[in-house]
């Protein structure tokens, strides 16, 4: 038996429209106009950091940027499953994954508190044999901790996992427990960043790709 862990935002569910909203309801509250979702999303791996960076010009040096952050998660948190949604095909390829004989589950930097609501809201059957997030382990991705917990839980080898995800911090941290790794170019990535240079074992265009590609991957570890 392996696994297939998943990162969430940006790889399994497409979360944009909600951390986006949700910086967008707090410049509206400051008489900003709001930012095209476009201009955010690719920020959107990076949680109320890239937010706030992108949205309000903040960054953690910054006096106030505690207290607004703070604000961010509980604006957030208000929204966070009015609009987001499992990419298309994505509860057909992990119903697929279980009938096949292996396991899957999410690993993300999203906090706990956030990931498992979000998830227990989307309502993927089989639901995730686990839900690590970033700060479940103490550290966060790609520190290989979470990676190990997530073993640990599923009871599964992780040189018999593979892990997705969408930035070069989900690629690290795989590498760095021993996982397959597949990197998604549908995902919430920054301008100019070479998802080609992040060393995952294949990368993807789309979530259709994935099933060849973990299918690779489990043949060429077998």
Not at 26 to 55: H, N, Q, T, Y
Not at 143 to 167: H, K
Not at 174 to 192: D, E, F, K, Q, S
Request: include cysteine; hydrophobic fraction near 45%.
């Amino acid at each position: 038996m392996g696994a297939v862990l998943f990162d969430l935002d940006g790889t399994l569910v497409d979360t944009a429209p909600d951390l986006a909203g949700a910086v967008n309801d707090m410049r509206v509250e400051r008489g900003l106009d709001p930012l095209p979702l476009a201009e955010l999303a690719p920020l959107c791996s990076f949680g109320g950091r890239g937010m706030l960076g992108k949205g309000l010009d903040l960054t953690p040096e910054h006096a106030a940027y505690a207290e607004t952050y703070d604000a961010f998660i509980e604006a957030y948190r208000a929204r966070m499953t009015r609009e987001s949604r499992a990419f298309e095909g994505m509860r057909k390829l992990v119903a697929d994954i279980v009938a096949g004989g292996d396991i899957w589950g999410v690993i993300t930097n999203k906090t706990e508190a956030l990931a498992r609501p979000l998830m227990d809201h989307l309502d993927f059957d089989p639901p995730p044999a686990c839900v690590i997030g970033g700060d479940s382990a103490g550290v966060a991705k790609p520190d290989p901790a979470p990676m190990f917990m997530a073993c640990r839980q599923i009871f599964v080898d992780p040189t018999d996992c593979i892990y997705v995800g969408d930035s070069d911090r989900d690629v690290a941290a795989g590498r760095a427990a021993g996982m397959a790794t597949i990197a998604v170019a549908y995902g919430y990535i920054p301008v100019g960043d070479d998802i080609h240079g992040w060393n995952a074992d294949i990368v993807v265009d789309r979530v259709a790709d994935l099933r060849s590609a973990i299918h690779t991957l489990k043949q060429r570890n077998s």
